[in-house]
């Protein structure tokens, strides 16, 4: 039980890191979601859909014309290059916020389960900054600079393509990633 809430503060922390930078640089949300599959409960509070689904191995959240080409202001494909970036990143600077202060927490209580939801937040937050795997979003900051070889256009065709067929699957992966990389550190193989 107490994996399940960490996971669920995990993913919503990430989400919510994702949703106030695209709030403060002015892109349009479509849907935050905490979980996968049919949601449970959901709600629309300015133009934004919230929603929590039964599966939670991750969540998203769905920016105005993401992956698409668009002429409005408010979509995330006309963001500058930096609000871009920083919309990316916000969901694994909040992991690490989090799980810093989960680790903070330990130091002063000695609970060892502040420590476990520090890891796995950190951890979380680091697996998603892995670049060249399309939907993480680490991935990102690779496909604006293809907008400049490529056009936008082209660049967000077969990136949104890629990503609408694999991006359930890559954010399970991932999730499922970190006891591997539990065990690794672990036994000293890595660190």
């Keep these: ?51 929590l689904c039964p599966i939670l191995l991750g969540g998203y959240c769905e920016l105005q014309h993401e992956l698409k080409y668009s002429r409005s202001k408010y979509a995330f494909t006309n963001k500058t290059y930096s609000q871009k ?56 900051p690779i496909i604006f600079a293809f907008e400049k070889i490529w056009g936008k256009k082209k660049t967000y065709k077969i990136w949104g393509n890629i990503c609408q067929k694999f991006f359930k699957w890559i954010m399970i992966l991932n999730f499922l990633s970190i006891p591997y990389l539990v065990y690794l550190i672990y036994t000293g193989k890595i660190l």
Excluded: R, W
């Design 85 to 140: 970036v920083f919309i990316s990143f916000a969901g694994i600077i909040m992991n690490i916020i989090t799980g810093l202060i989960g680790y903070g927490l330990f130091l002063l209580t000695l609970n060892k389960i502040f420590l476990i939801f520090a890891f796995y937040s950190i951890l979380m937050g680091l697996t998603n900054a892995i670049p060249f795997i399309p939907c993480l979003d680490g991935s990102y």
């Design 1 to 51: 039980m107490i994996l399940l809430c960490s996971l669920f503060i995990i993913i919503l922390c990430h989400e919510l890191g994702h949703l106030f930078a695209a709030k403060l640089c002015k892109c349009g949300v479509n849907v935050f979601s905490i979980g996968f599959g049919k949601p449970i409960f959901k709600f629309t509070y300015k133009k934004t859909v919230y929603q």
